[in-house]
Protein backbone atom coordinates (compact mmCIF):
# COMPACT_ATOMS: atom_id res chain seq x y z
CA UNK A 1 0.00 0.00 0.00
CA UNK A 2 1.33 3.54 -0.30
CA UNK A 3 0.95 6.09 1.17
CA UNK A 4 -2.58 7.85 -0.59
CA UNK A 5 -3.99 4.31 0.16
CA UNK A 6 -3.88 4.92 3.56
CA UNK A 7 -4.64 8.74 3.60
CA UNK A 8 -7.68 8.19 1.23
CA UNK A 9 -9.81 5.70 3.47
CA UNK A 10 -9.60 8.61 6.00
CA UNK A 11 -9.86 11.82 3.99
CA UNK A 12 -5.87 12.59 5.28
CA UNK A 13 -3.11 14.07 3.32
CA UNK A 14 -0.16 11.56 2.59
CA UNK A 15 1.98 13.84 4.45
CA UNK A 16 -0.30 13.70 7.46
CA UNK A 17 0.80 9.40 7.22
CA UNK A 18 3.97 10.13 6.69
CA UNK A 19 3.98 12.42 9.96
CA UNK A 20 1.87 9.42 12.10
CA UNK A 21 4.58 7.17 11.07
CA UNK A 22 7.42 9.67 12.18
CA UNK A 23 5.73 10.31 15.62
CA UNK A 24 5.63 6.60 16.26
CA UNK A 25 2.02 5.99 16.28
CA UNK A 26 2.25 3.68 12.82
CA UNK A 27 4.96 1.08 12.57
CA UNK A 28 8.39 2.18 10.69
CA UNK A 29 7.49 1.49 6.38
CA UNK A 30 8.59 -0.93 4.71
CA UNK A 31 10.73 0.77 1.75
CA UNK A 32 10.46 -0.64 -2.16
CA UNK A 33 13.05 -0.96 -4.56
CA UNK A 34 12.79 3.03 -5.52
CA UNK A 35 13.04 3.68 -1.75
CA UNK A 36 9.01 4.35 -1.63
CA UNK A 37 7.28 3.64 1.50
CA UNK A 38 5.55 0.69 1.08
CA UNK A 39 2.49 0.09 3.97
CA UNK A 40 0.04 -3.30 4.92
CA UNK A 41 -2.56 -4.29 5.90
CA UNK A 42 -1.03 -3.80 9.64
CA UNK A 43 -0.15 -0.15 9.14
CA UNK A 44 -3.71 0.05 7.70
CA UNK A 45 -5.13 -0.94 11.62
CA UNK A 46 -2.73 1.02 13.15
CA UNK A 47 -4.10 4.07 11.54
CA UNK A 48 -7.90 2.51 12.38
CA UNK A 49 -6.74 2.92 15.70
CA UNK A 50 -5.24 5.75 16.69
CA UNK A 51 -7.89 8.25 14.64
CA UNK A 52 -11.16 5.56 16.60
CA UNK A 53 -8.69 6.36 19.72
CA UNK A 54 -8.84 10.32 19.84
CA UNK A 55 -12.59 11.61 19.64
CA UNK A 56 -12.06 9.74 23.55
CA UNK A 57 -9.20 9.88 24.21
CA UNK A 58 -7.84 12.87 22.94
CA UNK A 59 -4.46 13.27 20.03
CA UNK A 60 -1.73 13.28 23.11
CA UNK A 61 -2.99 10.27 25.01
CA UNK A 62 -3.94 8.19 21.95
CA UNK A 63 -0.74 9.24 20.54
CA UNK A 64 1.46 7.88 23.65
CA UNK A 65 -1.19 4.59 23.69
CA UNK A 66 -0.01 4.02 19.99
CA UNK A 67 3.77 4.37 21.05
CA UNK A 68 3.50 2.09 23.64
CA UNK A 69 2.23 -0.54 21.49
CA UNK A 70 4.46 0.61 18.68
CA UNK A 71 7.43 0.02 21.40
CA UNK A 72 5.99 -3.75 22.28
CA UNK A 73 5.11 -2.30 25.66
CA UNK A 74 1.14 -3.73 25.40
CA UNK A 75 0.35 -3.22 29.22
CA UNK A 76 1.46 0.49 29.00
CA UNK A 77 -0.85 1.32 26.67
CA UNK A 78 -3.64 -0.57 27.93
CA UNK A 79 -2.74 1.39 31.51
CA UNK A 80 -2.92 4.31 29.48
CA UNK A 81 -6.75 3.68 27.96
CA UNK A 82 -7.96 2.62 31.95
CA UNK A 83 -6.48 6.43 32.68
CA UNK A 84 -8.46 7.51 30.13
CA UNK A 85 -11.42 5.72 31.50
CA UNK A 86 -10.65 7.18 35.32
CA UNK A 87 -10.42 10.40 33.97
CA UNK A 88 -14.31 10.26 32.65
CA UNK A 89 -15.88 8.45 35.67
CA UNK A 90 -14.21 11.93 37.54
CA UNK A 91 -15.93 14.33 35.02
CA UNK A 92 -18.72 12.28 36.06
CA UNK A 93 -18.53 12.39 39.48
CA UNK A 94 -17.77 15.62 39.47
CA UNK A 95 -21.23 16.32 36.91
CA UNK A 96 -22.95 14.61 39.81
CA UNK A 97 -22.03 16.54 42.29
CA UNK A 98 -22.59 19.86 40.37
CA UNK A 99 -26.51 18.12 40.01
CA UNK A 100 -26.48 17.50 43.42
CA UNK A 101 -25.69 20.73 44.69
CA UNK A 102 -27.60 22.27 41.75
CA UNK A 103 -30.21 20.40 43.10
CA UNK A 104 -30.32 21.50 46.75
CA UNK A 105 -30.28 25.38 46.14
CA UNK A 106 -33.51 27.05 46.63
CA UNK A 107 -34.84 30.27 45.05
CA UNK A 108 -33.71 33.16 47.97
CA UNK A 109 -35.91 36.10 47.54
CA UNK A 110 -34.03 39.19 46.86
CA UNK A 111 -35.85 40.82 49.80
CA UNK A 112 -34.46 38.26 52.04
CA UNK A 113 -31.69 37.65 50.90
CA UNK A 114 -29.24 40.90 52.41
CA UNK A 115 -27.67 39.44 54.79
CA UNK A 116 -23.47 39.67 57.12
CA UNK A 117 -20.66 37.58 57.18
CA UNK A 118 -21.38 36.72 60.33
CA UNK A 119 -25.05 35.26 60.07
CA UNK A 120 -24.11 33.81 56.94
CA UNK A 121 -21.09 31.64 58.15
CA UNK A 122 -23.82 30.47 60.92
CA UNK A 123 -26.47 28.93 58.10
CA UNK A 124 -23.60 27.47 56.15
CA UNK A 125 -21.64 26.30 59.38
CA UNK A 126 -18.19 27.60 58.53
CA UNK A 127 -15.91 30.39 59.87
CA UNK A 128 -16.25 34.26 58.85
CA UNK A 129 -12.18 33.03 57.75
CA UNK A 130 -13.83 30.43 55.28
CA UNK A 131 -15.92 33.11 53.67
CA UNK A 132 -13.48 35.89 53.26
CA UNK A 133 -10.96 33.00 51.71
CA UNK A 134 -13.97 32.03 48.88
CA UNK A 135 -14.22 35.83 48.68
CA UNK A 136 -10.59 36.02 47.44
CA UNK A 137 -10.95 32.97 45.58
CA UNK A 138 -13.66 34.97 43.34
CA UNK A 139 -16.93 32.44 44.49
CA UNK A 140 -18.17 35.24 46.14
CA UNK A 141 -18.41 38.59 45.56
CA UNK A 142 -20.49 40.61 48.56
CA UNK A 143 -20.76 44.35 48.16
CA UNK A 144 -19.45 46.69 50.91
CA UNK A 145 -21.61 48.94 52.73
CA UNK A 146 -20.41 52.64 52.68
CA UNK A 147 -20.67 53.53 55.74
CA UNK A 148 -19.99 50.50 57.77
CA UNK A 149 -17.86 49.24 55.49
CA UNK A 150 -19.09 46.18 56.27
CA UNK A 151 -19.73 42.94 53.28
CA UNK A 152 -23.47 42.76 52.70
CA UNK A 153 -24.02 39.05 50.99
CA UNK A 154 -27.04 39.84 48.44
CA UNK A 155 -29.41 37.10 47.62
CA UNK A 156 -27.15 35.89 44.63
CA UNK A 157 -24.16 36.10 46.84
CA UNK A 158 -25.79 33.32 49.65
CA UNK A 159 -26.77 31.18 46.38
CA UNK A 160 -23.08 31.38 45.66
CA UNK A 161 -21.88 30.64 48.72
CA UNK A 162 -24.21 27.38 49.32
CA UNK A 163 -23.39 25.94 46.29
CA UNK A 164 -19.22 26.76 47.14
CA UNK A 165 -20.37 24.63 50.68
CA UNK A 166 -21.95 21.80 48.80
CA UNK A 167 -19.03 21.52 46.45
CA UNK A 168 -16.58 22.00 49.02
CA UNK A 169 -18.63 19.20 51.12
CA UNK A 170 -17.85 16.94 47.77
CA UNK A 171 -13.97 17.22 47.70
CA UNK A 172 -13.95 19.35 45.03
CA UNK A 173 -10.98 22.46 44.56
CA UNK A 174 -12.01 25.99 45.06
CA UNK A 175 -9.65 26.29 40.99
CA UNK A 176 -12.85 23.62 40.16
CA UNK A 177 -15.44 25.82 41.78
CA UNK A 178 -14.80 29.20 40.21
CA UNK A 179 -15.75 28.47 36.92
CA UNK A 180 -19.05 26.57 37.86
CA UNK A 181 -19.92 30.55 39.69
CA UNK A 182 -19.18 32.24 37.24
CA UNK A 183 -21.37 30.42 34.93
CA UNK A 184 -23.60 30.38 37.38
CA UNK A 185 -23.86 34.33 37.49
CA UNK A 186 -23.77 34.58 33.75
CA UNK A 187 -26.66 32.65 33.42
CA UNK A 188 -28.65 34.55 35.85
CA UNK A 189 -29.65 31.78 38.14
CA UNK A 190 -29.21 28.13 39.09
CA UNK A 191 -32.22 27.49 36.54
CA UNK A 192 -30.88 28.05 33.05
CA UNK A 193 -27.85 26.06 33.71
CA UNK A 194 -30.95 22.94 33.22
CA UNK A 195 -29.69 23.24 29.28
CA UNK A 196 -26.22 23.29 30.17
CA UNK A 197 -25.92 20.23 32.41
CA UNK A 198 -27.90 18.32 29.63
CA UNK A 199 -25.17 18.97 27.19
CA UNK A 200 -22.57 18.31 30.14
CA UNK A 201 -24.20 15.31 30.15
CA UNK A 202 -24.63 14.50 26.34
CA UNK A 203 -20.61 15.49 25.85
CA UNK A 204 -19.58 12.35 28.62
CA UNK A 205 -21.71 10.04 27.27
CA UNK A 206 -20.60 11.13 23.57
CA UNK A 207 -16.55 10.47 24.81
CA UNK A 208 -17.67 7.23 26.62
CA UNK A 209 -19.14 5.55 22.92
CA UNK A 210 -16.49 6.95 21.85
CA UNK A 211 -13.86 4.84 23.90
CA UNK A 212 -15.93 1.99 23.34
CA UNK A 213 -14.91 2.88 19.70
CA UNK A 214 -11.90 3.63 20.30
CA UNK A 215 -11.12 0.40 22.15
CA UNK A 216 -12.67 -2.12 19.82
CA UNK A 217 -10.38 -0.54 16.97
CA UNK A 218 -7.25 -0.79 19.14
CA UNK A 219 -7.92 -4.52 19.67
CA UNK A 220 -8.33 -4.95 16.05
CA UNK A 221 -5.29 -3.72 15.89
CA UNK A 222 -3.09 -5.21 18.70
CA UNK A 223 -4.71 -8.89 17.61
CA UNK A 224 -3.74 -7.96 14.00
CA UNK A 225 0.23 -7.63 15.52
CA UNK A 226 0.02 -10.47 17.36
CA UNK A 227 -0.91 -12.42 13.71
CA UNK A 228 1.86 -10.83 12.10
CA UNK A 229 4.01 -11.47 15.00
CA UNK A 230 3.47 -15.49 15.30
CA UNK A 231 1.84 -15.01 18.75
CA UNK A 232 1.19 -12.64 21.44
CA UNK A 233 3.93 -10.27 22.55
CA UNK A 234 5.54 -10.37 25.72
CA UNK A 235 3.80 -8.81 29.01
Not at 57 to 80: D, F, N, P, S, Y
Not at 85 to 101: G, N
Not at 124 to 148: H, M, S
Amino acid sequence: MRPVDLAREHGLSTQAVRNYEQAGILPAAGRTVHGHRAYTALHAHALRAFLALVPGHGHQAATAIMQAVGRGATEEALRLVDEGHRLLLDDRRTLQAVEAALGDLAPVPQERGDTFIGPLARRLGVRPATLRKWEQAGLVRPRRDPRTGYRVYSAADVRDARLAHQLRRGGHLLEQIAPLIGQVRAAGGVAPLESALRDWRARLSARGRAMLRGAAALDAYLSAREQASGGPPPP
